[in-house]
């Protein structure tokens, strides 16, 4: 994805949010899934 392993743990903890390199790493990775599928977003 072009991203550290420690960037990805903090994100799932929730101790990072997702920023532009996170999500252009993401879609790279999985090139036959839209943003939709990757991502949403949440109201909290």
Same mark, same amino acid.
């Given at each position: 994805m072009g991203i550290s392993?420690? /960037?990805i743990y903090r994100v *799932?903890? %929730? !101790? *990072? %949010?997702?920023? !532009? *390199?996170f999500i252009i790493g993401a879609t790279k990775a999985f090139p %036959?899934?839209? /943003?939709?599928?990757l991502f949403y977003v949440s109201e909290d």
């Open positions: 392993q420690d /960037l *799932r903890k %929730g !101790e *990072r %949010g997702i920023h !532009e *390199r %036959g899934y839209k /943003l939709d599928d």
